[in-house]
């Protein structure tokens, strides 16, 4: 498939996992990407994968400094852009009454401002027949025990696309939301090991956790003209987990 044939994206958090694997999809069906990631390791390895039509800059999306400099090597390089797949998110666990704020501050800094100044940013450069994708979550409607920052900013994450869907009336720009279940990336396989991951494939009809390449399977249709009639959707890819 050739959907992108010569489209420019920008995908954050993109060195590994979901965004990775959408870095690839966008790549394999004809864009040029600009991945946008804070460790240079990960990056360097990214590059090397994914071959002459990615682009990597370090940085953080918490960091607006780091934003700057990301949309102006796509200004430089390409002139305008096509695709904004605001991928980086953060989370971790921690039950209601051990809640600090600094939790909340991390959690909320990338999720949701980070978020917000990927997308703002970006505007500038793109036009007509544009296409934002957020990374939300089955968290955000389903809630998810000991994930209460995580799963409010997911939920702040869905709102965001309704909100921005009005605010770009007139624009030809879309923004909808990509809400995966439990995916079996990397980081995702070391953390719960054997058992939870079959703890987490249990809970969804399909009874498997996600390959990160069914995720940006969906990304790719959200970033192409086959999704030219959708704005503020969210479309869930998380097995039925959040559907029953």
Same mark, same amino acid.
């Given at each position: ?6 489209? +420019?994206?920008?995908? +954050? ?29 990960? &990056?360097?390895?990214?590059? !090397? ?20 400099? &990301?949309?102006? !090597? ?6 305008? &852009? ?7 998110? +953060? ?8 809640? +600090? ?47 209460? !920052?995580?799963? !409010? ?92």
């Amino acid at each position: 498939m050739t959907r992108l044939n010569g489209k +420019t994206a920008v995908i +954050t958090g993109g060195a590994t996992g979901i965004g990775l694997a959408a870095a690839k999809r966008f790549i394999d069906e004809g864009a040029v990407v600009f991945i946008f990631g804070r460790r240079q390791d990960a &990056l360097d390895a990214a590059m !090397a994968d994914l071959g002459p039509n990615a682009r990597v800059v370090k940085g953080s999306v918490s960091a607006e400094a780091d934003l700057d400099r &990301l949309y102006a !090597a796509v200004k430089a390089e390409r002139g305008t &852009l096509d695709i904004v797949f605001a991928n980086a998110g +953060t989370g971790g666990p921690l039950q209601l009454g051990q809640i +600090t704020a600094q939790h909340i501050n991390e959690t909320f800094d990338t999720n949701v401002k980070g978020t917000i100044f990927t997308v703002q940013k970006a505007l500038p450069l793109m036009g007509q027949g544009g296409s934002i994708i957020l990374t939300g979550s089955s968290a955000g409607t389903t809630g998810a025990p000991a994930f209460s !920052a995580y799963s !409010a900013s997911k939920a702040a994450v869905r709102n965001l696309a309704r909100t921005w869907a009005e605010d770009l009336k007139g624009t030809g720009i879309r923004v909808n939301v990509l809400s995966p279940g439990a995916t079996a990336t990397e980081l995702a396989k070391e953390a719960l090991g054997v058992e939870g991951q079959k703890v987490f494939a249990a809970m969804t009809p399909l009874q498997r956790m996600a390959d990160p390449a069914e995720i940006a399977a969906v990304a790719a249709f959200l970033a192409s003209d086959d999704s030219s009639f959708m704005t503020a959707s969210e479309v869930a890819v998380d097995g039925g987990l959040a559907q029953l």
